[in-house]
């Protein structure tokens, strides 16, 4: 038998729920939300993300947990540990070590260009520069050859240095503070968006839904963007939940969890909509609604040189904090699994997926052909990773709760133990059981039908 090592844990419930919050906040809220809902109809995307929040992210979130903290193990040995005589199960939790590495790939880029945006707030380079001057800043440092992968390695570099510490004394201190500093400052920018002239136009295309906008292409970005922003589908909850006490309510915890992560989606859109209708970036625009609009609102306030600033400094340690989940589900597999010291996993895993994000950052260079399927290989890391990875990851996930772990151990896990939640767990059992895989199902299948 292997020997029992004791397992590192949240020092504290708030511990969990910032750490859990520090997961999902991250440039999924602020820069792909945005991108997503306006390449998807605004309101329309936005009525769906937050059927499928509520109906399917929250139920997913708790299973993810329960698995965790039942199997007390990183996302390959928790499908062993529960499922001993069908080992086969692991392979979700391959999948998921395997798309941690792909996110990370295109993830570390994105986080590039967020410190290349605090390098550009220190030199007070947005000041006074109009849209247009802007926007071609933008595109140059995508096309610079070694600015990016210097940002890409640095970001890399402050995430390993964290995981490399171990999970308590790392990610827990960084998060508490962090996340809603951030949340005070999106609040203060909704306020000034909301000011700005035509400012009504932008909410009403985030807020108001046109139905018949509503098709098979909306259904799966939401679902992948629904997913991608609450950590769902490839094991970082898993990982999470491993570290959860015992004590802890798991649905008290995802309801605080999925809701901030939400709101704080919710918010990007309030900033970024208004603010982009009122300067003339259409809401297609992808990366620029967030890093070109965004200075273009700095530059019309008071102290929006701070401002600036501090946005993009809390920007950098939101996707800090959700790099540290996704390098943390491949540091644990390695260090449980493989056998290897956290030290030489952490190196391995960051080094592996800056290899990676190299090629992510070159295929958006003009004229790159570093393509896959007519898309760059960062869209289609992008894509793959949301809309197929965690999207199956989630079916298999709740397939493996429902139908393979046994009801007493379900609900032993669901109430710990028989002390909480009791009246929700019939309901909650019937949703994994039957319910979210056939939504996910239907969901994926309908874009091969219509
Ligand atoms: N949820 C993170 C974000 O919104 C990204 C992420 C995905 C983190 C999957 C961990 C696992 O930015």
Redesign the pocket.
């Known amino acids: 038998m292997a020997e029992k090592k004791k397992r590192d844990h949240f020092g504290s419930k708030i511990g969990i729920i910032a750490a859990a919050v520090g997961?999902?906040?991250?440039?999924?809220?602020i820069y792909?939300f945005p991108c997503m809902a306006g390449e998807n109809g605004g309101g329309a995307f936005l009525i769906v993300y937050l059927g499928i929040v509520l109906a399917l992210g929250l139920p997913m979130m708790v299973s993810e947990f329960m698995i965790g903290r039942r199997a007390q193990k990183n996302p390959v040995g928790a499908f062993k540990a529960l499922a001993p005589d069908a080992k086969g199960w692991a392979l979700i939790g391959y999948t998921g070590v395997l798309?941690?590495f792909l996110?990370l790939a295109f993830?570390t880029t994105v986080a590039g260009w967020t410190l290349e945006s605090v390098y550009k707030s220190v030199i007070n380079y947005y000041h006074g520069k109009d849209l247009a001057t802007i926007e071609q800043g933008f595109n140059d440092s995508i096309n610079m050859i070694f600015r990016p992968l210097l940002w890409q390695a640095v970001f890399i570099f402050i995430s390993a240095f964290v995981i490399a510490k171990g999970i308590s004394k790392g990610i827990e201190k960084y998060s508490k503070i962090l996340m809603p500093t951030l949340t005070v400052i999106l609040i203060i920018l909704c306020v000034k968006s909301l000011m700005l002239p035509g400012a009504f136009e932008g909410l009403k295309f985030f807020f108001k839904p046109d139905f018949s906008k509503i098709d098979d292409q909306v259904l799966i970005s939401a679902l992948g963007q629904a997913?991608?922003?609450?950590?769902?589908?490839?094991g970082?909850l898993i990982t999470y939940g491993s570290y959860i006490s015992k004590k802890d309510n798991l649905v008290t915890t995802s309801l605080m969890v999925g809701l901030s992560?939400t709101f704080v989606a919710i918010l990007a859109g309030i900033i970024i909509f208004p603010a982009a209708f009122s300067f003339g970036i259409q809401p297609e625009a992808g990366p620029s609604l967030a890093f070109n609009t965004l200075p273009m609102l700095f530059n019309q306030m008071k102290g929006g040189y701070f401002f600036c600033l501090l946005f993009f400094i809390l920007l950098v340690i939101?996707?800090w904090t959700?790099?540290l989940?996704?390098l943390e589900?491949i540091v644990s597999y390695m260090i449980e699994e493989l056998k290897l010291s956290r030290r030489k996993a952490t190196i391995y895993s960051s080094v592996g997926a800056f290899i990676i994000s190299i090629l992510a950052t070159m295929s958006l260079h003009n004229g790159s052909s570093l393509t896959v399927f007519g898309l760059t290989i960062f869209d289609g890391l992008d894509k793959i990773t949301s809309m197929v990875f965690?999207t199956l990851g989630g079916l298999f996930t709740v397939i493996f709760l429902g139908w393979k772990v046994k009801k007493q151990d379900f609900e032993n896990e669901f109430t710990n133990g028989g002390t909480v939640n009791m009246r929700l767990r019939k309901i909650f059992y019937y949703i994994i059981k039957f319910i979210a895989p056939a939504a996910i199902t239907v969901i994926m299948v309908s874009q091969f039908i219509i």
């Open positions: 997961s999902a906040v991250g440039l999924g809220n792909r798309c941690g996110i993830y997913f991608f922003s609450m950590s769902l589908g490839m970082a992560d939101a996707a959700s790099a989940s996704l589900v965690m």
